[in-house]
């Protein structure tokens, strides 16, 4: 069992880190925002935990079953004008803050942390002229 301040401290960082991820998709004016990537967050981190506390032996489950519902609302996002595809980044941020969600629910903190630096450094990356071309 899952200590109940261990609990607190997995179900809050989750959010906050899907928050810090939402921050900046909505500082760039897409749609899923900072309380749709906190929620996401959230929400993963929620269901790794009763998988826990109720199913270890069948947290593989709960992962798959996460990451598929989650890519079918990502998917939501993507839509296609006459010539180009939108929202495939703001999908993918999704399906990340997902997973952080699942590793901050299972308590890999360092390895969650990373993952959300490096999402944002990945996010930014349109904003180097060299990206920017490719």
Known sequence: MIAYNEVLLRL??????????????????????????????????????????NIP?????????????????GAGTIFKSKIEVHGLTTAASIWAVAGVGMGIGLGYYFMTLVSVVLVLIILHLNKLEFFRNL
Do not use: N, Q, Y
Request: without cysteine; charged residues 15%.
């Open 12 to 53: 809050i960082l989750a959010a906050v880190f899907g928050g810090l991820v939402g921050i900046e998709r909505e500082l760039v004016h897409k749609p899923a925002g900072v309380r749709t990537h906190m929620l996401v967050s959230l929400g993963s981190a929620l269901f790794i935990l009763l998988a826990l506390e």
């Open 57 to 73: 032996e069948g947290i593989d489950k709960i992962i798959a079953g996460v990451a598929t519902g989650v890519g079918f609302l």
